[in-house]
């Protein structure tokens, strides 16, 4: 049998123009100059409905969409709002303290704040510290938009000999998935009984068996960040970090789809 070459050629690849991304100090200029709005039409949606299924056969003659809407004449930039509307549309993605419950982290913020009403995402134990979102006044109707999100604990172990490796570790870990007997705290706000909580998914982020472990986060702020904020703008009528610590509304609405 003769043997059979072959050749290939390679595929041309067009060259593509090169795309510098905007600085973030770019990125806000262009947010504080320009004006985003979306300006109102009267055009009728053009759908051919012809051959459509069923009950959807010629639905562009029973119903007629348009396009037009009336503007209302509120709503704003986040840069541009005053800081009285930008704080009672905002929330803070807060770091918890060990030992006081959600409920009095949250009615401390609302007293240094001076608003009217708070909420936060959903309850960590006391002794449990991380990631808090609070709502401030408006933007508490957008709390059960984030319960539904799942919670991701991270707990820190440590040994009292070291291990060869972080194998045995690792297989350790993977036997606490499933299905777990469970029992709340001494001080907790739900009822102390053994309960059954699923868990979907342990796996080990680091390990150092020199111990000298650590892990990072960013966009979290503390409860000391929020009170020199407001302090500061009591005092000097600085803004600036006031508007670092609070986030807008619209922060919490990025994951989810949009209906223009």
Wanted: aromatic share 6%; with cysteine.
């Amino acid at each position: 049998m003769a043997d059979a070459e072959v050749i290939t050629f390679p595929k041309k690849h067009k060259k593509k123009k090169d795309r510098k991304p905007l600085q973030e100090d770019d990125v806000a200029e262009i947010q504080h100059a320009e004006e985003f709005l979306i300006k109102p039409e009267s055009k009728v949606a053009q759908l051919d409905t012809s051959q459509w299924p069923l009950l959807l056969k010629n639905f562009d003659k029973l119903n007629v969409r348009t396009a037009h809407y009336t503007p209302l004449p509120c709503g704003s930039n986040p840069l541009k709002r005053e800081i009285g509307d930008y704080i009672r549309t905002g929330f803070i993605n807060l770091d918890k303290p060990s030992n006081p419950s959600s409920h009095e982290v949250v009615a401390w913020i609302r007293r240094i704040l001076r608003v009217e009403k708070t909420g936060h995402s959903g309850t960590l134990d006391p002794k449990v510290t991380g990631c808090l979102i609070v709502c401030i006044e408006r933007a508490t109707r957008l709390v059960k938009s984030q319960q539904s999100a799942g919670k991701e604990y991270v707990g820190i172990v440590r040994l009292h000999n070291a291990i060869e490796g972080g194998t045995q570790l690792s297989r350790a870990l993977e036997t606490l998935t499933g299905a777990l007997f469970q029992r709340p705290p001494l001080i907790a706000a739900v009822k102390r009984q053994l309960r059954v909580r699923t868990i979907y998914e342990s796996k080990m982020i680091e390990y150092d068996p020199e111990r000298r472990l650590g892990i990072f986060w960013d966009h979290m702020v503390t409860m000391h960040d929020v009170l020199d904020a407001q302090w500061l703008y009591d005092n000097h009528k600085d803004e600036s970090y006031l508007r670092r610590v609070v986030y807008p509304l619209e922060k919490l609405l990025t994951s989810h789809k949009r209906l223009v």
